[in-house]
């Protein structure tokens, strides 16, 4: 069989957006592609029918999105067709089309001065939107020719990865009136709008005003869409304090109402309330995923996770919480984590992955090393059902949930779970081909326990041709997060690595996700329990395998993954090759040059800063033992990821050119810390390449011909 290519991810297709029309009998979803001439992806629309399955193509443009059910058989959806329809240089536009599913050609609805990342419909002609607005943007166009030469920061984060510099702006949700063609804000100037969802003329939403930094808690917000009213459920209020986020400073004179840095809304504070609470509520709380329904009293039920959003008791993962009239109670203890799938570079685009309906909230959870869709009712959470590999995104349909899953050797597709039978079946075929003919590696199972009694999930893909009388150089591959999860999905990059001739290790350490709040508790841990745990797992795989050439092991990662291989060459020569993909490691320096700095690496150190534990600090970064490192070591860094930010990657890359080692940098102009998975194709590819190139040099005798892999 012929071995999968680098280019071969130009081929697959990518499902998301997956949305239910009114009745239930038919579905939308959309299907993008690469396209390597226009360096991006095209895009377009699909329809199942599932009262006879079948599945076809509704567009034909290539450059459709976010689908809106209109009616029964209308859509609605974004598009670029016409001249037109491009904003003008330092303008937003983004506009709409209609189109029957009877037949026709889709129709220009409306456009919007807004590149707009989300809309739902109200009701007939009336849409609820979300758009990021700059604040620091000037009115004047004499002016805003000006604003193009300078950036303004006053705020935490002030970049975002990316997005370049983002201080003021914020994502605000607007009410859009298409027949007065007028739209209104509904969220405040400062605020930064979430998740929201529609339900009987009430619009739900989620998130946190600031004016210092972004906080860790947010709220859960009503507004009335008639009414123009607003009602506080949950969590913090919506006022900023005129100190910024005074972060509880007892000195603090800001706005009244702001007691100690606790931001409040006009009124009471729901959970300082004796009634409806059961102490189980936190005070502060990071809310997730919601969904809501109307009540029988012509109100609005809201059933939310929602966990304590002060981590230092370890409670990361969330419970889930119901409001109604005004009370919050505790609807059911889950601890999972709540809209996570296991990783993957076969995913692009979004997807519904938490919905209430009569009385009832399905929602999918990374449990262990699957992405499952959950029942919560009645109080309790139950798998719905059993599906081998990932549920990416679903939603409610006539007698049961479409949705959009990956398995071990296939690719996004669409299913259909059926309430009555409790059976899934597939409904579309669009990867099929593709995979035809081409060695895909089983994932074999190679879990075990570790020195510390705890169980450990890990995998292997055997290399194409594998001969066990053979010698095969291996490479381990660490999942970043690092509260991330491997599972049993394809992965191009593995099945790539797989088809080169390579044994591939995956593990998923402690620190990651699926397995509860004790398991994923890597505070203050970095580099210890994780370590352990990847280099029993690497001993362990090489036990099981004698085929493996333990002189030719290399090791890769990305984000904590790479912090982690950064990590690793600093404290053990058992690799001869490393690839370190958009790391950090420096904790000092990545408070401040991560957008995720002054939150994450404080809380994964335990409260401790560079000001409180500098000394702590330095001996838990990997540059600290770049004068150890003696393995040969290829940088891959996007110049715009802002997560974990070039400076990062280059300090280990710079200590490591100082030392004598053999090293290389590659970095990639205008992607982000999401270059592996939603990259622009040709530098998806480049970067496969390189990796290739970078282990076939020091874990073979001899390199990959240009063009095999292409």
């Excluded at 200590?655 to 592996?676: C, D, R, T």
């Amino acid at each position: 069989m012929r071995r999968i290519k680098i280019s071969d991810l130009t081929d697959y297709r990518y499902l998301s957006e997956v949305t239910a029309c009114p009745s239930g009998k038919k579905a939308a979803f959309v299907v993008k592609q690469a396209d390597r001439k226009k360096k991006g992806y095209d895009s377009w629309i699909y329809i199942v029918d599932f009262c006879t399955e079948e599945v076809r193509k509704l567009t034909s443009f290539g450059a459709e999105n976010h689908v809106v059910f209109d009616d029964e058989d209308t859509v609605l959806f974004s598009s670029r067709r016409k001249p037109e329809d491009e904003a003008e240089k330092q303008e937003q536009k983004t506009v709409f089309y209609r189109i029957s599913l009877k037949g026709g050609e889709a129709e220009r609805a409306f456009e919007l001065p807004f590149d707009v990342e989300e809309i739902k419909k109200v009701s007939d002609g009336v849409y609820c939107f979300a758009a990021t607005v700059d604040l620091n943007r000037p009115e004047d166009k004499e002016e805003l020719e000006e604003y193009q030469d300078y950036h303004i920061l006053e705020e935490l984060p002030y970049w975002a990865n990316g997005a370049y510099f983002v201080s003021r702006f914020r994502r605000t949700l607007f009410v859009f009136h298409e027949a007065e063609g007028t739209w209104e804000r509904v969220t405040e100037q400062l605020f930064a709008a979430e998740h929201f969802e529609i339900q009987d003329g009430w619009l739900i939403y989620t998130g946190a005003a600031y004016d210092r930094y972004l906080p860790k808690g947010n709220g859960l917000f009503c507004y009335d869409l008639e009414k123009k009213e607003r009602t506080w459920l949950a969590g913090r209020g919506n006022q900023v304090c005129s100190r910024g986020n005074c972060a509880g400073r007892k000195d603090c004179v800001g706005r009244e109402g702001c007691i100690g840095g606790k931001d409040r809304l006009d009124g009471e504070n729901p959970i300082d309330r004796e009634d409806g609470f059961d102490g189980q509520v936190p005070a502060d709380m990071r809310i997730g995923l919601f969904g809501c329904e109307a009540d029988r009293q012509g109100g609005v039920r809201v059933i939310f996770s929602g966990s304590a959003a002060d981590a230092a008791d370890g409670k990361r993962n969330p419970d889930f919480y119901l409001w109604k009239d005004g009370h919050i109670d505790k609807e059911a203890s889950f601890g999972y984590s709540v809209g996570s799938v296991p990783a993957g570079d076969t995913c692009l685009g979004g997807g519904r992955r938490f919905l209430t309906r009569g009385g009832k909230t399905w929602f999918i959870s990374c449990r262990r090393t699957r992405g499952s869709i959950h029942l919560l009712s009645e109080g309790t959470v139950r798998e719905l059902f059993d599906f081998d590999g990932s549920a990416d995104f679903f939603d409610k349909a006539e007698g049961g949930l479409v949705f959009v899953g990956r398995t071990p050797k296939g690719l996004q597709e669409l299913y259909f779970y059926d309430e009555a039978s409790g059976q899934c079946r597939r409904l579309s075929h669009l990867n099929e081909a593709v995979l035809e003919d081409r060695y895909v590696g089983t994932m074999e199972n190679a879990g075990f326990v570790d020195s510390d009694g705890v169980d450990i999930d890990g995998w292997v893909i055997l290399p194409r041709d594998y001969d066990p009388d053979k010698k095969y150089p291996a490479v381990l591959n660490i999942h970043g997060g690092p509260k991330v999860a491997y599972g049993n999905v394809f992965f191009h990059e593995m099945q790539v690595l797989a088809g080169a001739g390579y044994f591939v290790l995956l593990c998923n350490p402690r620190g990651g996700d699926g397995r509860g709040d004790e398991f994923a508790d890597l505070r203050e841990k970095y580099g210890t329990i994780d370590f352990k745990d990847l280099m029993e797992f690497t001993d362990h795989v090489c036990h099981l395998y004698p085929a493996i050439d333990q002189k030719r092991l290399g090791v890769t990662g990305g984000s904590y993954g790479g912090f982690m291989t950064n990590w690793i060459i600093g404290h053990t020569d058992r690799f001869a090759a490393a690839v370190s993909q958009r790391s950090f490691s420096n904790f000092l320096s990545d408070f401040g040059c991560s957008e995720i700095g002054y939150s994450f690496d404080v809380d994964e150190n335990g409260g401790k800063t560079p000001w409180t534990a500098p000394e702590e600090l330095w001996k838990r970064s990997p540059v600290a033992y770049a004068g150890s490192v003696n393995t040969p070591t290829l940088f891959i860094h996007s110049l715009k990821d802002y997560n974990c930010p070039l400076s990062e990657g280059m300090q280990m890359f710079a200590a490591l050119k100082y030392f004598g080692v053999p090293s290389k940098a590659f970095l990639f102009e205008g992607e982000s810390h999401e270059l592996s998975r939603s990259g622009k194709p040709v530098h998806r590819i480049r970067r496969l390449r390189e990796m290739l190139a970078w282990f076939d040099r020091y874990l073979k005798e001899e390199t990959s011909k240009k063009g095999d892999e292409d």
